[in-house]
């Protein structure tokens, strides 16, 4: 077989084995990345000496705050929103025409 072919499925199967090798760590760093995120957590929440139940009302107000957020359809309110009433009109007082100041 010609040298040059031969050179490249060689570098094919190490580039495959490689790619394997680095699939293969993948989950390893992912599950590494949320150990690190969760100890993180932990520290922000501990940091801040607020009581367990002041964390649980203040993650659900949270999803809440979103769910809320989402049946609005991603509008805020006025603001295009044809459930809300539109802002009064401000009308601007009309100079008199008859020339006196």
Do not use: H
């Not at 040298?3 to 084995?17: F, L, N, P, S, Y």
């Not at 394997?20 to 957590?41: F, G, H, M, S, Y």
């Amino acid at each position: 077989m010609n040298q040059r072919i031969q050179k490249t499925i060689d570098e094919i199967e190490r580039t495959k084995a490689k790619i394997a090798e680095l699939q293969a760590l993948v989950p390893e760093l992912e599950r590494k990345k949320t150990d690190l995120e969760n100890t993180e957590i932990v520290r922000l929440v501990r940091s801040a000496n607020v009581a367990p139940g002041d964390i649980s009302a203040f993650i659900a107000s949270i999803k809440q705050g979103r769910q809320d957020s989402r049946t609005q359809n991603g509008r805020q309110p006025g603001i295009g929103n044809p459930d809300t009433p539109p802002a009064p009109e401000i009308k601007k007082e009309e100079a008199t025409e008859s020339g006196e100041d």
